[in-house]
């Protein structure tokens, strides 16, 4: 049975929660790449892998602020 008094959840993590969707999905289309695409496209897919990191990226620095406001 679910907990009545739960938190609610914050709305910088639903904005999360849709990061890291989209993040899934490209790596997916990376990761779909056969060998001749990879070839044919390396700029597309190393261009693609640069992006997916800077989103990591930006996702980590989102949660670490969402962190440190929370402890404050």
């Given at each position: 049975m679910a907990k009545n008094n739960q938190?609610?959840?914050?709305?910088?993590?639903?904005?999360?929660?849709?990061e890291l969707y989209v993040i899934d999905a490209m790596l997916?289309?990376?990761n779909n790449f056969?060998?001749?695409?990879r070839?044919?496209?390396k700029?597309?897919?190393?261009?693609?892998?640069m992006i997916i990191a800077a989103r990591i990226?930006?996702?980590?620095?989102?949660?670490d602020k969402f962190n440190n406001s929370k402890t404050e």
């Open positions: 938190a609610p959840v914050a709305f910088d993590m639903l904005d999360i929660g849709d997916t289309t990376v056969n060998n001749f695409e070839a044919e496209y700029v597309t897919h190393g261009g693609m892998l990226t930006q996702l980590k620095n989102s949660v």
